[in-house]
């Protein structure tokens, strides 16, 4: 039903910034929390910032103040602005969706590679 597409990836110079887009289809924002995790070889999935319906946002103590999630309902896309990029920000950088009933994210989208390297 609902169909995630991210983009935005690629190398970037430690210090640098990087915005990373989420095109969703197949529902409206209002249904739904959205997300962005990332993951690095022989690590768990970690969730980086979450988005309510109601605007409400998260951030992990790994990125608050370095990462912004957003939104623009017109475009049906979510944006993850990257600042102060870190080596240890290397990974796949992914888009996520769950309704407002459901526990767990059930919708992904197909990984972005972001890396942090001078």
């Known amino acids: 039903q609902v169909q995630l597409v991210e983009s935005g990836g690629g190398l970037v110079q430690p210090g640098g910034s990087l915005r990373l887009s989420c095109a969703a289809s197949?529902?409206?924002?209002?249904?739904?929390?959205m997300a962005w995790f990332r993951q690095v070889p022989g690590k768990e999935r970690e969730l980086l910032a979450f988005?309510?319906?109601?605007?409400?946002?998260f951030y992990s103590t790994s990125v608050e103040g370095r990462f912004t999630i957003s939104r623009d309902n017109a475009k049906n896309t979510v944006y993850l602005q990257m600042n102060s990029l870190k080596p240890e920000d290397t990974a796949v950088y992914f888009c996520?969706?769950?309704?407002?009933?459901?526990?767990?994210?059930?919708?992904w989208g197909q990984g972005t590679q972001v890396t942090v390297s001078s």
């Open positions: 988005l309510t319906w109601t605007g409400r946002t």
């Open positions: 996520a969706a769950r309704e407002k009933t459901a526990s767990a994210y059930n919708y």
């Open positions: 197949g529902g409206t924002f209002s249904n739904y929390v």
